[in-house]
T-cell receptor, first 113, second 111 residues
Framework: EPEVTQTPSHQVTQMGQEVILRCVPI?????FYWYRQILGQKVEFLVS????????KSEIFDDQFSVERPDGSNFTLKIRSTKLEDSAMYFC???????????FGQGTRLTVV | ELKVEQNPLFLSMQEGKNYTIYCNYS?????LYWYRQDPGKSLESLFV?????AVKQEGRLMASLDTKARLSTLHITAAVHDLSATYFC???????????FGKGTHLIIQP
């Protein structure tokens, strides 16, 4: 069964460092998303991406965040200068035709120390 | 701003019992999703409800949507321990790409 895969599963970084979280969406999907979940809290939408550009972003997605689809398969989330409050589980998701069902990856747990 | 409220946020119940989780949302939407999350794991899609009056069932779980009342319910019938998890509802607002999630219902089913 096709699935969204994310790497790494866990990343520890020092405050102020840049991190790149990677995702491989399901191959025939066209819409890509990043969400985050701070430990024990609800899942929050960050950004959606379609046709090689951002189609929607939330207030959380400020200038320290960026997304990219560098090739035909990967979808990345970059956090330029990490803060302690960026510690969370980051989920990538993809769908074939928004707004139908989005499939979520297993997540990357980011810990900023 | 779209708000999604779930209740209860925490539910402990015994095997064999029935219970309902409620999801209210604040603005017009006819697209509602239910997800299950096990501790430390990803979000597993359970139901996608796309129209008023939609009802879907899978095993011991049944979800319904009333767009006029802006309410969805997730009903658990004859609960079993394996259903212990956190359940999230999520709503897609009009014209939006991203889902707005509720805070989740942490469900513990005891033998």
């Amino acid at each position: 069964e096709p699935e969204v895969t994310q790497t790494p599963s866990h990343q520890v970084t020092q405050m102020g460092q840049e991190v790149i979280l990677r995702c491989v969406p399901i191959s025939n999907h066209l819409y890509f998303y990043w969400y985050r979940q701070i430990l024990g809290q609800k899942v929050e939408f960050l950004v959606s991406f379609y046709n090689n550009e951002i189609s929607e972003k939330s207030e959380i997605f400020d200038d320290q965040f960026s997304v990219e689809r560098p090739d035909g398969s990967n979808f990345t989330l970059k956090i330029r200068s990490t803060k302690l409050e960026d510690s969370a589980m980051y989920f990538c998701a993809s769908s074939d035709n928004s707004p139908t069902e989005a499939f979520f990856g297993q997540g990357t747990r980011l810990t900023v120390v | 701003e779209l708000k999604v409220e779930q209740n209860p946020l925490f539910l402990s119940m015994q095997e064999g019992k029935n219970y309902t989780i409620y999801c209210n949302y604040s603005t017009t939407s006819d697209r509602l999703y239910w997800y299950r999350q096990d501790p430390g794991k990803s979000l597993e899609s359970l139901f996608v409800l796309l129209s008023n009056g939609a009802v879907k069932q899978e095993g011991r779980l049944m979800a319904s949507l009333d767009t006029k009342a802006r309410l969805s319910t997730l009903h658990i019938t004859a609960a079993v321990h394996d259903l212990s998890a956190t359940y999230f509802c999520a709503v897609l607002g009009a014209g939006a790409d991203g889902l707005t999630f509720g805070k989740g219902t942490h469900l513990i089913i005891q033998p």
